[in-house]
Nanobody, 126 residues
Framework: QVQLVESGGRLVPAGGSLRLSCVASGRAFGDYAMAWYRQAPGNEREFIAAVDWSGGGAYYVDAVKGRFNISRDNAKNTVYLQMSSLEPEDTAVYFC???????????????????WGKGTLVTVSS
């Protein structure tokens, strides 16, 4: 079992920056690829970014590419999402998720993850 706890969500003005954190406990953090998802009000949950077990490989959807950066610190069992140039459309609950092994981009996009956090709310004001 892996427990994931997100933090860092808050109200931020448009154009601002924010860093989310997700701390994992349980089984070896380095065994898992990590990803961030978000769910805006009235919308389905969507995949936005993923990082492999080492932190050396990252993948982003077009909507956040160039604005968001995913990273991880395996010594701290933590994955981060640095967000900049935030837009009101980025308002959502942000979730982190873990999956063992080497998931494909299709698996990330499908939300085929092993463990999920409960989310942290990011609100971007216009």
């Amino acid at each position: 079992q892996v427990q994931l706890v997100e933090s860092g969500g808050r109200l931020v003005p448009a154009g601002g920056s924010l860093r989310l954190s997700c701390v994992a406990s349980g089984r070896a953090f380095g065994d898992y690829a990590m990803a961030w998802y978000r769910q805006a009000p009235g919308n389905e949950r969507e995949f936005i970014a993923a990082v492999d077990w080492s932190g050396g490989g990252a993948y982003y959807v077009d909507a956040v590419k160039g604005r968001f950066n995913i990273s991880r610190d395996n010594a701290k069992n933590t994955v981060y999402l640095q967000m900049s140039s935030l837009e009101p459309e980025d308002t959502a609950v942000y979730f982190c998720a873990a999956r063992s092994g080497f998931p494909t981009t299709q698996a990330f996009r499908a939300g085929a993850m092993d463990y999920w956090g409960k989310g942290t709310l990011v609100t971007v004001s216009s």
